[in-house]
């Protein structure tokens, strides 16, 4: 297609506006051919983008300016477009194309971001952090148990983009239960953004599932017979990876009940209501979290009592071997003096009687310190 062509067919795309910004990026960025990722400059980091009308998929066709151009065109439906970690340049041009605040798209690809949320005109930008369980056959003082990613939401009137960071958080399942479901994906963008953060919550209900069963375990070792050998370490790992929990999931809150009570232009009036249920889920994840962390705290003092009052046992033990011990100890000490003139030493059964002394002034001690616990 030709420049002018080009031009001519997305002048509805947001009058002079949205007329220069296509222009631009028909003479500027490289065009992304959606038929064919891997084949464009964003084939590395462009997972999916589909057209939903009335809730339902349309296949993408020809480049991203063209599947915009038709939607706004048409007035109805929208795009979803899904990347995973792309760079500065691999962004530039759809940042240009959906006039995307530049703050906005600095936090969505450098990541680390606390979870927010923020409004850019008629855009909004949510950060999620996705958790996900590490399975391992055995908790150690260096087992890594949870392990923490990004989505980040981009959503308008007529797209919704999603940026992933991390290995994990993959949302190919639930696009297409939300395509299972066109009632609700006709909502709007709006629906897309409910979804990712229903499912990230529901992450954070398995993850603190799947570490309460950890906790158990400790719980279960420490409270043993040989608890006091247990290893701490473990207990200090597991308040480590539940800091870094309580990091994705306490933010969350102040975004949720903002989605849930205020009226959003980009958030659909029937959407709101199912926000709540997804605050009330992250409410029960927060207290499962502020009670794994006291639960926590419990055990190891338990453990360190448990390690004191093995300390005072073995110290009572070395005590009473001392004493006994140190009845031959004096009594040897006395005989051994070279003095010319003890009575003891020429008497013939001097020897024996000693020898006997010390027997029983030893058993006498040692049957003391048994009844009293100390042996």
Known sequence: MSMAGNLRKVTSLGGVGGL???????????????????????????????????????????DLVDVVERVRKHR???????????????FAGIAELFDLHPLAVEDAVEAHQRPKLERYGETLFAVFKTVCYVEHEELTA??????????MVFVGHDFAITVRHGRHGSLGPLREELESDPQQLAKGPSAVLHAIADHVVDDYLSV????????????????????ARADPGRIYQLKRELLELKRAVVPL???????????????????????????????????????FDEL??????????????AQNEDMRKITAWAAIIAVPTMVCGVYGMNFDHMPELHWRYGYGMVLGVISVACLALYRAFRRSGWL
Not at 210 to 220: K, L, R, S
Not at 296 to 309: D, G, K
């Open 20 to 62: 220069r910004r296509v222009a631009r990026l028909a003479r500027r960025r490289p065009r992304v051919d959606l038929s064919h990722p891997a084949r464009s400059p964003l084939g590395s980091s462009v997972v999916n983008c589909v057209t939903y009308r009335d809730g339902v998929r349309i296949p993408a066709r020809g």
């Open 76 to 90: 109805e439906g929208f795009v979803w477009l899904g990347l995973h970690e792309p760079t500065d340049q691999e």
């Open 142 to 151: 260096t087992s890594e148990v949870v392990n923490t990613g990004e989505i």
């Open 208 to 227: 603190t599932d799947a570490v309460q069963e950890d906790i158990d375990q400790v719980e279960t070792d420490v409270f043993a017979a040989d608890g």
């Open 253 to 291: 809150s102040r975004p949720l009940e903002e989605l849930a009570t205020r009226p959003i232009r980009a958030v659909d009036p029937e959407i709101q209501a199912y926000f709540r249920d997804v605050s009330d889920h992250l409410l029960r994840a927060k207290e499962q979290i502020a009670a």
């Open 296 to 309: 926590l705290n419990s055990i190891l003092q338990a453990h360190l009592a448990q390690v004191t009052v």
